[in-house]
């Protein structure tokens, strides 16, 4: 009986441990996003539920495509709960992204997001990278229509491979998926790692580090 107990206690504990390490489920019905409280929970506070309004719930402008004059040649409208309170608690996100020709969405991962996307216009190369050691490159080409899912935590990217604009929209299991753009976090820190690490580390001259840092 004791034995039967603390196996019990045991899948209860690791069963709570295991939903832990993603978005604790909501415990209400919602909890729209009070940006204006300080407190901050694990997520944001939540505003009084009967003062709660449609536009709460509400975003409108996806279908307004983003500016991809800048150096990658990409843009990424997100929805998150900082565009959009009602998400916070629900463990869920939207964004879409535009791609010049050839523009990319550089090496990135989302410390707390799935994300499954579909490609509305045009065609993109895709790929993610699997952890240590093996470091596989699972990669493919996508048309309109197709959708392809980078899981959560490991860095991927997108290429615009046509001669015209892509559009893509990628759902992502998290209110505040987070995002590590691989160059900018270990080239354009701030302050920034110093070179004699990131020289050992990349195998280069420091003055190859020295040029990327600068660019970032
Ligand atoms: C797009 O961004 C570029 C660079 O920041 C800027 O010069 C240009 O005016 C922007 N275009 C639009 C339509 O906002």
């Given at each position: 009986m004791t034995k039967f107990l603390l196996l019990l206690t045991l899948i209860f504990l690791s069963s709570g441990f295991f939903t832990n390490a993603y978005e604790p489920s909501p415990l209400q019905d919602f909890c729209v996003a009070d940006t204006s409280m300080a407190a901050r929970v694990n997520g944001l506070t939540c505003k009084n539920p009967t003062m709660v309004l449609a536009d709460d719930f509400h975003f409108s402008g996806l279908h307004i495509a983003g500016n991809t004059s800048n150096a990658v040649g990409s843009r990424v409208t997100p929805v998150t709960v900082a565009q959009l309170p009602g998400l916070n608690t629900l463990g869920i996100s939207i964004v879409r992204v535009d791609y010049a020709p050839w523009g990319i969405n550089p090496p990135h991962t989302h410390p707390r997001a799935t994300?499954?996307?579909?490609?509305?216009?045009?065609?993109?190369?895709?790929?993610?990278?699997?952890?240590?050691?093996?470091?596989?490159?699972?990669?493919?080409?996508?048309h309109k229509g197709d959708v392809f899912v980078f899981p959560v935590g490991l860095v991927h990217f997108q290429r615009n491979v046509g001669k015209w604009n892509a559009i893509a929209?990628?759902?992502?299991?998290?209110?505040?998926?987070?995002?590590?753009?691989?160059?900018?976090?270990?080239?354009?820190s701030n302050p920034v790692i110093d070179s004699d690490i990131l020289a050992k580390a990349f195998q280069v001259e420091k003055s190859t580090v020295e040029q990327l840092q600068s660019k970032f």
């Open positions: 994300e499954i996307l579909t490609v509305l216009e045009g065609s993109l190369l895709v790929g993610f990278v699997t952890s240590n050691p093996e470091n596989r490159l699972i990669t493919k080409v996508l929209i990628a759902a992502l299991s998290s209110q505040n998926p987070g995002v590590i753009t691989i160059a900018n976090t270990v080239f354009g």
